[in-house]
């Protein structure tokens, strides 16, 4: 049984910080990529961090500077640290995991983060 399991959201003032965690198991084939996605109440979900198999990342520009993505990928594990919050990084944030062979996504149910001002 696929499961991708996020933790570590919550609420947290203007220039706080907040580590999330996300494990994926069951997946049968190598994962290429995993990543931390968001979705604020009445937008698109947006790639927020993501970082290969092989270590190499990439951040949306809004949170270069800020957001560290770092895995674990000998347990398929994938962190993202986020520091200097801002009251427009809340939302739902997704974690993702994706095989290339065969292409496939699988998502976690989100976890909530809100940044007061």
């Known amino acids: 049984q696929v499961q991708v399991v996020e933790s570590g959201g919550g609420l947290v003032q203007a220039g706080g910080s907040l580590r999330l965690s996300c494990a994926a198991s069951?997946?049968?084939?190598?994962?290429?990529?995993m990543g931390w996605y968001r979705q604020a109440p009445g937008k698109q979900r947006e790639l927020v961090a993501e970082v290969t198999s092989s270590g190499i990342t990439n951040y949306a520009d809004s949170v270069k500077g800020r957001f560290t993505i770092s895995r674990d990928g000998g347990k398929n594990t994938v962190y993202l640290q986020m520091n200097s919050l801002k009251p427009e990084d809340t939302g739902v944030y997704y974690c993702?995991?994706?095989?290339?062979?065969?292409?496939?996504?699988?998502w976690g149910q989100g976890t909530q983060v809100t940044v007061s001002s």
């Open positions: 069951g997946i049968r084939f190598r994962i290429n990529v």
């Open positions: 993702n995991a994706r095989t290339f062979r065969p292409e496939n996504d699988y």
